[in-house]
Nanobody
Framework: EVRLVESGGGLVQTGGSLRLSCAAS????????ITWFRQAPGKEREGVST????????YYRNTVQGRFRISSDNAKNTVYLEIHTLKPEDTAVYFC??????????????????????WGQGTQVTVSS
């Protein structure tokens, strides 16, 4: 059974930092692509950061570049998302999602949610102004 479990969300003040975790089980972790998505109330889910486990390349949405950092610990089957200088607009439920890294993207973007097979339940991040 594949499981992705997010943790680390919470209520923080503007300017603060958080580290989210995505613990994976049931997949060949070192061969999967993991992406963090977020969904704010009334908005579509958007991809914010991706890590390809095979070549360790990372990708970021333009609007979060420089403030978000994705990393992974293969020994713990865990992907992390560090968020710095938090803004109220970062308020959202953050999800991690996984797809096989050896397959071609079906929709041309790591940030297309339809390309992912496995999802976690999400963790809430709320940034107070």
């Amino acid at each position: 059974e594949v499981r992705l479990v997010e943790s680390g969300g919470g209520l923080v003040q503007t300017g603060g930092s958080l580290r989210l975790s995505c613990a994976a089980s049931g997949i060949a972790f070192d061969r999967y692509t993991i992406t963090w998505f977020r969904q704010a109330p009334g908005k579509e889910r958007e991809g914010v950061s991706t890590i390809n486990q095979d070549d360790r390349r990372t990708y970021y949405r333009n609007t979060v570049q420089g403030r978000f950092r994705i990393s992974s610990d293969n020994a713990k089957n865990t992907v992390y998302l560090e968020i710095h200088t938090l803004k109220p607009e970062d308020t959202a439920v953050y999800f991690c999602a996984a797809r096989p890294g050896w397959t071609q993207l079906r929709f041309g973007s790591y940030f297309n949610a339809n390309d992912y097979d496995y999802w976690g339940q999400g963790t809430q991040v709320t940034v107070s102004s």
